[in-house]
């Protein structure tokens, strides 16, 4: 089994969640539109109410359900000829299907709202139409792809003079440069893109940029600069109420310290990290200040103390149901004692 390396482990710990998508339909935006604003009669209204069972199945966790709905409203929407709800409608079905990761099938619920954006001529559901599409490209990996249907959204919210367009597909192009390891290219893009995002009064927005900005300022050796994007981005997250923000944006912080080489500075972060997950009450980032903690310890020799926060965080784990963490916390504790057992016996 994969052993990390602990001179690198807690960077990795903590990168393995820095790059956050930025979809421009958020499921919780698209619950709130309203359907009944177009074609009118009948089976216009019994779509509309099939859209806000879906809804209400979607609320209650039941996306089965919320999927079979929304499928229903589709071929009533089609039957006459409502173009605008089918693309909502599409954006829904795309955001759930991320929600269970299933992504050939988010791919094609996005590319179809496209199509009805396309087909209505409404540009600004194109912007985000490809930003959409982009996103769900990116996490498969296929970075250039997704590039490309980025810089599609660049170049329509130029012409468009759209700066909250324009924010997000330059922030989602950055953040896919950044995944082909171009960072220089993807500073300026990203550089470009918080100009954009404060024009547009988008904090959470802004705050995904800043953070993206951040990350590359930090591959590129310039700490000072992560710092102050990330410190910037802690603000403007904690403007916009978002938790996974704030976090990210710390943990960006704590990175650029020991770029730095403010080690000390950065342990006080690593304990005001596991104060802040305590206070949130979140038990997922509970977890991973546990196991950032007990790599440091561990780095620093403290194995009896790395054993402690590993032996937590697995209780935390058990209690998640998370069986992947449960599996690397048993690797690293089976790993620890081994140690620990060589040390005495010699």
Do not use: C
Request: aromatic share 8%; charged share 20%; no cysteine.
């Amino acid at each position: 089994m994969l052993k990390l390396v602990p001179s690198i482990a807690l960077s990795l710990l903590v990168s393995s969640a820095l790059a956050a998508p930025s979809f421009a339909s958020s499921l919780n935006h698209q619950l709130r539109v309203q359907y009944n604003n177009g074609t009118q009669g009948s089976t216009r209204q019994t779509a509309d109410r099939i859209v806000e069972s879906g809804i209400q199945a979607q609320r209650s966790g039941l996306l089965d359900q919320a999927i079979a709905d929304w499928n229903r409203a589709l071929d009533l929407y089609q039957q006459i000829g409502e173009i605008p709800a089918q693309g909502r409608v599409y954006d829904l079905l795309g955001m759930t299907y991320i929600q269970l990761n299933q992504l050939n099938n988010a791919e094609n619920a996005f590319r179809r709202s496209l199509g009805a954006a396309r087909d209505e001529g409404n540009t600004i559901r194109q912007i985000y139409g490809y930003n959409n599409v982009g996103q769900v490209i990116l996490q498969r990996g296929q970075t250039v792809e997704a590039a490309n249907s980025f810089a599609e959204g660049v170049r329509i919210a130029r012409q468009a003079k759209h700066d909250a367009g324009l924010g997000l597909s330059l922030s989602n192009l950055g953040l896919a440069t950044y995944a082909q390891g171009r960072y220089q290219a993807a500073i300026a893009f990203l550089e470009e893109a918080r100009k954009f995002r404060d024009q547009a009064k988008d904090p959470i927005g802004a705050a995904n940029t800043l953070n993206n900005l951040g990350d590359a300022y930090r591959a590129v050796g310039s700490f000072a600069l992560a710092y102050a994007a990330h410190d910037r981005a802690m603000t403007l997250a904690q403007t916009g109420s978002d938790q996974a923000a704030q976090f990210r944006a710390f943990d960006g912080m704590m990175l650029a310290n020991r770029g730095m080489g403010q080690e000390n500075r950065f342990t006080e972060m690593l304990n005001q990290r596991l104060a802040m997950a305590n206070r949130s009450n979140d038990a997922w980032q509970m977890l991973n200040s546990l196991k950032m903690v007990a790599q440091h310890q561990q780095q620093q020799g403290k194995l009896t103390a790395a054993e402690g926060y590993y032996q937590q965080a697995y209780s935390v784990a058990q209690r998640l149901n998370a069986a992947r963490e449960q599996t690397f916390l048993r690797e690293q504790l089976g790993f620890l004692r081994s140690r620990k057992f060589r040390w005495q016996a010699r």
